[in-house]
């Protein structure tokens, strides 16, 4: 067990956790909402350090992360255990684990072992993903910094819970993120996801702000955020951080406790992308509808096609020098 960053020990042995927008106030003994951080005699202890979940070599563009080294590996790695409850993840098994079967399980892998691995793979980055990285911060953190040190990159793909405190620590060692803005209005944070909405929108500014590269992600769920009104809100808000930012609106299944509803229709996901680039946003991308031109890059300046992606792969890459080679706009992003 390895003592937790970032808390402050109260009076009576409880503790209080400044990682996540959360902020429990934990009693000895007792754990916080994520289930991985726990109390231990007035001192909170992270049980997931180095206990990896999953361990994999992904294509940057499945995190997904467009505009940053396309067609690079990214090792990609979690612990068990999440601050979110939401009720459509995709990874319900290991972020939930904690949760629905009071477990926690992993493999024992030092951050070193992690870099040896990323390099033995020849991939540009790792990835902290798949739960949320936010709740391993301690293990992220280390992996990070050893990673930077080794000239390896390190991207999150995050739900944006984390607090300002816990991104001001990891920035230097943060590349580049990829947020889940999930929707536009407390009601569907508090109900679908057990959380609040105004932490995520703050960390969408505060990653813009400290230079890390940031993308969103929109999962399109029918009937609970895709109306118009919402649509507009959402795209608003990010052409308001910076019309640079990529917005991914991406194709929902059912899935976990969200099972009674079905797949987004693929003409929602265009009515989306069409509120997106109305916004101001001038990279629009569909998620999870292989072969959909919205899978591709478009220079914003002259329309000419830059990235060919079919699903996750990289048929051509045109970007030259991080510009089009028609018209010369810079594109914005990390290419090198
Ligand atoms: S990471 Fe968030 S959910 Fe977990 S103990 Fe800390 S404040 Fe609570």
Redesign the pocket.
């Known amino acids: 067990m390895k003592e937790a960053y970032l808390y402050e020990k109260l009076d009576e042995k409880k503790v209080r956790?400044r990682?996540?927008g959360?902020?429990?106030l934990?009693k000895d003994g007792s754990k916080?909402?994520?289930g991985?951080?726990e109390n231990r005699g007035g001192t909170l202890t992270t049980l997931v350090y180095g206990k990896v979940i999953a361990m994999n070599v992904d294509p940057i563009e499945k995190k997904p992360l467009f505009h940053f080294l396309p067609g690079s590996r990214a090792y990609s790695i979690a612990t068990v255990g999440c601050?979110f409850r939401c009720r459509f993840c995709q990874n319900s098994d290991i972020s939930q684990m904690p949760a629905d079967y009071n477990r926690i399980m992993g493999e024992d892998v030092s951050p070193s072992n992690i870099i040896k691995k990323a390099r033995e793979t020849r991939s540009s980055t790792i990835a902290y993903t798949y739960t949320e990285p936010?709740?391993y911060f301690e293990f992220a953190l280390d992996t990070a910094r050893l990673a930077s040190r080794e000239g390896i990159r390190n991207i999150f793909v995050s739900n944006g819970y984390m607090t300002e405190e816990c991104l001001m620590n990891i920035h230097p060692d943060l590349h580049g993120i990829n947020i889940d803005l999930k929707a536009f209005s407390e009601k569907f944070y508090k109900e679908q996801c057990g959380a609040r909405l105004a932490p995520v929108l703050n960390s969408i500014k505060k990653a813009r702000d400290l230079g890390v590269w940031v993308e969103v992600t929109t999962l399109l769920i029918p009937g609970l955020n895709d109306s118009d009104g919402e649509l507009r809100d959402i795209a608003r808000f990010l052409a308001g951080v910076d019309p640079e930012i990529p917005w991914h609106i991406s194709r929902f299944h059912p899935t976990y406790l969200l099972t009674g509803i079905s797949h987004t229709p693929e003409e929602d996901i265009h009515r989306a992308r069409d509120i997106g680039y109305d916004a101001g946003i001038k990279y629009v991308y569909t998620g999870n509808l292989p072969g959909d031109d919205g899978e591709k890059t478009f220079c914003h300046g002259c329309g000419n096609l830059l990235v060919d992606r079919y699903g996750y792969s990289i048929r051509n890459n045109f970007i030259k020098n991080g510009r089009c080679p028609q018209c010369d706009e810079k594109i914005p992003g990390v290419w090198e």
Do not use: M, Q, S
Request: charged share 5%; net charge positive.
């Open positions: 956790c990682l996540c959360h902020g429990c934990i916080g909402i994520c991985v951080r601050n936010t709740i």
